[in-house]
């Protein structure tokens, strides 16, 4: 076989599997879309927005303390009981969390367990399976808990959107962010200490203005629509300058996966994070497995009561950092290495204003389809 043959076969099976996995990306989009049309009714803003008891409980809601919402379904207790145990005794965290319970089994399990938590119940029936992301389930999420969102500004109460996926070093409430940059409509937390603005999206504060309602509108009217992640999109809705106003929390305050395995992509390598979010697991049992093999697992054999001293040496190892926390033994997932491979691409097409205006405004609406791999 000749060198021009092989560069051939060569070229046609990369052209094959490129064309193959984007094939395969846009079913998987089309098969998520109809499930969120199939059940968008469930996550409906004007349904909740006119249901009495989900009206009653959100009225209740300080107008000047922000909230700390968690949501949550049966698949994910673990990783609720686990941050619950974390954050036990910091204070006034467990005073203004709310729990979204989606589901009646997590609703029960949280009423026996935590009966002081304020909970607000709001049943869907198509989020009762666990969900991964880029699924239609995960993409429903997306739109219920953009639509939350706007039923909280609706009544004029601001809050903290939060995922228990999360090791508290020290309580978020104590950062001042609340009193900080007080002229932004939204505060997010970041993907990456680079010069960029891409929002991770687990962590934000939105405060109830004009702005931020219009913000959320068209977020929940845009992934109703289109198969993206919130994250990028919300990203590309903050470059839109005419929206709304977006402030940043420091990447070394709130950081995730990156942190323990990539810790010379910080500025400063000696900056120790107040929260260490797990994410990057595109399957929740792998996350939750990852923390408890690295020892960020608080809760007893039993399954309900604290480990308080867990607590305790948890602090202590993330300030040491590696000479504590062993992580040799953990590989980087499959998907933490794709995610990485990503945020490296995006980290560079954010030197330059010609390829930000051209991540921010083509590719970050359509992330999905151009993260062909997941």
Request: glycine share 4%; hydrophobic share 40%.
């Amino acid at each position: 076989m000749t060198s021009k043959s092989i560069h051939f076969i060569f070229k046609t099976s990369i052209l094959t599997i490129l064309i193959a996995l984007i094939s395969r990306k846009i079913y998987i989009g089309i098969i998520a879309m109809d499930y969120v049309s199939k059940c968008q009714n469930e996550v409906a803003f004007e349904a909740m927005i006119n249901d009495e008891n989900f009206v009653k409980t959100v009225e209740s809601f300080s107008d000047t303390e922000p909230k700390l919402i968690v949501i949550q379904n049966q698949h994910a207790l673990n990783m609720t009981f686990n941050w619950l145990c974390n954050t036990q005794n910091m204070r006034g965290v467990h005073e203004r969390t709310v729990i979204i319970t989606i589901d009646e089994a997590s609703k029960t399990k949280l009423d026996n367990v935590w009966p002081q938590l304020t909970k607000l119940h709001w049943p869907i029936e198509c989020l009762k399976d666990p969900f991964n992301y880029g699924d239609g389930r995960y993409q429903l999420f997306y739109l219920f808990r953009s639509n939350l969102a706007r039923t909280f500004l609706e009544f004029d109460k601001p809050f903290w959107m939060i995922q228990q996926d999360t090791f508290w070093r020290e309580s978020l409430l104590a950062q001042n962010i609340e009193t900080s940059d007080p002229s932004a409509d939204i505060i997010f937390d970041r993907a990456a200490e680079s010069n960029g603005n891409l929002i991770a999206g687990g962590y934000y504060l939105a405060r109830p203005t004009c702005s931020s309602k219009a913000f959320f509108k068209q977020l929940s009217t845009d992934l109703a629509e289109f198969y993206a992640p919130d994250n990028t999109y919300m990203t590309m809705l903050c470059a839109n300058k005419g929206l709304a106003k977006c402030g940043q929390i420091p990447f070394s305050m709130i950081t995730n996966w990156i942190w323990l395995y990539e810790p010379n992509r910080f500025a400063n390598v000696k900056d120790v994070p107040l929260l260490i979010q797990f994410d990057g697991d595109t399957k929740l049992g792998g996350k939750l497995g990852k923390m408890k093999s690295l020892g960020f697992y608080f809760v007893n054999s039993d399954g309900k009561t604290c480990n308080s001293s867990a607590v305790e040496v948890s602090q202590s190892s993330v300030l040491s950092r590696h000479e504590n926390i062993d992580i040799k033994d953990i590989p980087l997932s499959y998907s933490h290495i794709q995610f990485g491979v990503y945020q490296w691409f995006i980290d560079q097409f954010y030197k330059s204003s010609i390829t930000k205006g051209f991540l921010e405004k083509i590719i970050f609406p359509y992330a999905h389809y151009f993260m062909i791999t997941l």
